[in-house]
């Protein structure tokens, strides 16, 4: 191995701080939509108690933001058992990565 490669690939706490920062992105996404969920689905039943059909306005509104912050999350980044699923992943994946330089 080369001195530049030595010099710019990742050291095991760098990947472990990298495979943290994504896991916990994703997990920040889960809780967003159980969030959306919970909130929409209690939305709906006032709005069907209350004999009008208003609810799918904040649904609408939340689910882009919803949308676009998994965009953010999901795309960008290429439950404690699901955190460290994912975490065990990301682990995975950026110790297989190779340095394109």
């Known amino acids: 191995m080369s001195a530049l490669n030595t010099a710019t690939s990742r050291t095991a706490d760098e990947l472990d701080a990298l495979a943290r920062k994504r ?10 939509a159980l969030v959306y969920v919970v909130v929409n ?8 108690a209350t004999g009008r ?9 939340w689910g882009l933001g919803l949308a676009m912050h998994g965009f953010g999350v999901w795309l960008s980044l290429g439950g404690g058992g699901l955190h460290e699923r994912l975490l065990a992943r990301e ?9 394109p330089w």
Do not use: C, N
Request: hydrophobic share 55%; net charge positive; proline share 3%.
């Open 41 to 48: 689905t209690a939305l709906v039943l006032l709005s069907l």
């Open 53 to 61: 059909h208003w609810a799918i306005f904040p649904a609408l509104g």
């Open 91 to 99: 682990r995975e994946r950026l110790a297989a990565q190779r340095d």
């Open 23 to 32: 896991a916990g992105a994703r997990m920040g996404w889960y809780a967003h």
